[in-house]
């Protein structure tokens, strides 16, 4: 029988991550945004002072001649609150379709909590698309709370063009 092992990514994983960064762009309609190629996520990941770090979900299956199989991630990042302190923040958990179901989603985020206490963090935040119902009963039955629901956060956002026009450049 298969099990899940959830460990940090890899440089050699950056394939994986990209086909997989493109799969969870594709279930929220949003494609057309995907600009990142996996030379960059090598690049920017694990590099001397990398910008994210990622964890991969492998399936190990005994005696599987193909080894290991890179089944879901989880991209994160630490940020800072000036009133709470380190914080880390998971840009994405993804799992692919086929594997869904199995916990490995959970598994992926609370080795996300365990980075974040490990590293003196206050707080493990995320985003989740407004229809993406399943997601937010997940993060709900955690324990996590919804902060738009809670105390009304709105997330914004500021494009290259728009960062241009105010750096004045």
Not at 117 to 123: F, I, M, V, W
Request: hydrophobic content about 40%; proline content about 3%.
């Amino acid at each position: 029988m298969a099990s899940v092992r959830i460990r940090e990514a890899q440089e050699g994983d950056c394939g994986d991550i990209l086909r997989m960064i493109r799969e969870l762009a594709e279930y929220e309609k949003l494609s057309d945004q995907v600009k990142i190629s996996e030379e960059a996520l090598r690049a920017d990941g694990f590099g001397e002072n990398p910008f994210y770090h990622c964890l991969v979900a492998e399936m190990v299956a005994p005696g599987d001649p193909q080894g290991p199989c890179v089944v879901g991630y989880g991209l994160y990042y630490f940020i800072y609150s000036t009133w709470t302190g380190r914080n880390i923040y998971l840009e994405d958990v993804y799992v692919m379709p086929e594997y869904r179901g199995q916990g490995i989603g959970t598994k992926i985020i609370k080795k996300v909590a365990e980075v974040a206490l490990d590293k003196g963090c206050s707080q493990f935040r995320l985003a989740v698309l407004d229809w993406n119902k399943r997601a937010m009963d997940l993060y709900k039955a955690l324990g996590g709370q919804d902060l738009t629901e809670a105390e009304g956060w709105h997330s914004f956002r500021f494009e290259r063009e728009v960062m241009k026009e105010l750096a004045g450049r």
